[in-house]
């Protein structure tokens, strides 16, 4: 594994989808357990790719996206389609946008994540707060355990927490 910053993805290694096995990266050939590309969107399909070939923006080249990114600077969107890995999960995997930028994914929370239902609440936009029963996710949904990465998630309703000027941001989807 390399030791890549992203700057929109903080844990890479336990909360990116990884090759099983050691493979070349499709861009480099360089050998490792690298990111998976059967998510990716785009007009041609690559394995996976490296880190480091992520980070340097090749996929831009090969246009192919791993994310959506619909506000922003043009450099601001780039930065989420071409060089920050896929957000985990097989739904729409759009980034959210706070105060002229976007924030940075932390990891899939539980309830320790969250001093009270209250603050959980609070991390959603008020469209969310609307739209969806979180106060029946956080009573019934929400795990107790701490997910360390996606080698132990598996649950029907994932919380993506973001952080973005030290304030925390979260989504949610339905498996
Ligand atoms: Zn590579």
């Known amino acids: 594994m390399q030791n890549v910053e ?3 993805f903080r844990n890479p290694r336990n909360f990116a989808y990884r090759t099983d096995e050691i493979e070349p990266c ?3 050939g360089k050998e490792g357990i690298w990111l998976y590309g059967g998510g990716f969107y785009g007009a041609r399909d690559i394995d996976c790719i490296c880190d480091a070939c992520l980070s340097d923006g090749k996929l831009k080249e090969l ?7 619909f506000e922003g600077t043009e450099e601001q969107k ?3 389609v071409f060089r920050t890995p896929a957000l985990p999960t097989w739904q729409d995997r759009c980034w959210p946008f706070r105060e002229g ?3 940075v994914f932390e990891k ?4 320790g994540d969250f001093a009270d239902k209250e603050d959980f ?5 008020s469209e969310d707060q609307e739209s969806s029963d979180l106060s029946d996710i956080w009573d019934n949904y929400l795990p107790e355990k701490p997910i360390t990465s996606i080698q132990n998630w598996n649950y029907d309703i994932s919380i993506y927490l973001f952080t973005r000027n030290g304030r925390k941001h979260c989504t949610w989807d339905a498996s």
Do not use: P
């Not at 246009?63 to 990114?69: F, Q, S």
């Not at 899939?108 to 309830?111: E, P, R, V």
């Not at 609440?121 to 936009?125: A, G, K, M, S």
């Open 6 to 8: 992203f700057r929109y």
């Open 26 to 28: 499709s861009v480099c």
């Open 63 to 69: 246009g192919i996206e791993t994310n959506d990114a």
């Open 78 to 80: 780039e930065g989420i």
């Open 101 to 103: 930028d976007y924030c």
């Open 108 to 111: 899939i929370a539980s309830k």
């Open 121 to 125: 609440i609070r991390c959603f936009t």
